[in-house]
């Protein structure tokens, strides 16, 4: 069992940044890939960015691309923790952001694929 817990989330202006953390209850380095989801309302949760277990590998959805960016805290001996920083924020980013974990190390973009799942944290981008 892995209980993940996001925060950083909040209420910005367009144009600006946040760093969402994702915290793990146990190491996910070299065991679990990792990624990021949102669901804004009405909408359904879509994929946002993912990296393989050992990191090397690292997807982002099409549209986010050079503004958000997946990393592991890697001053971080137990490697616990996620980030996603987010850039150039836009109110059509404004959704809940949800941390997600797979017990497997390959990267996927299917949020069907993975095992843990995070409680969400809430993004609003005002205009």
């Known amino acids: 069992q892995v209980q993940l817990v996001e925060s950083g989330g909040g209420l910005v202006q367009a144009g600006g940044s946040l760093r969402l953390s994702c915290a793990a209850s146990?190491?996910?380095?070299?065991?679990?890939?990792m990624g990021w989801f949102r669901q804004a309302p009405g909408k359904e949760r879509e994929f946002v960015a993912c990296?393989?277990?050992?990191?090397?590998?690292?997807?982002?959805?099409d549209s986010l691309k050079g503004r958000f960016t997946i990393s592991r805290d890697n001053a971080d001996n137990a490697k616990n923790t996620v980030y996603l920083q987010m850039n150039s924020l836009k109110p059509e980013d404004t959704a809940v952001y949800y941390c997600?974990?797979?017990?497997?190390?390959?990267?996927?973009?299917?949020?069907?694929?993975?095992?843990?799942w995070g409680q969400g944290t809430q993004v609003s981008v005002s205009s």
């Open positions: 990296f393989s277990a050992s990191g090397g590998r690292e997807i982002y959805a």
């Open positions: 146990r190491r996910t380095s070299s065991a679990y890939a």
């Open positions: 997600a974990a797979r017990i497997e190390s390959a990267a996927v973009l299917d949020a069907g694929l993975y095992d843990y």
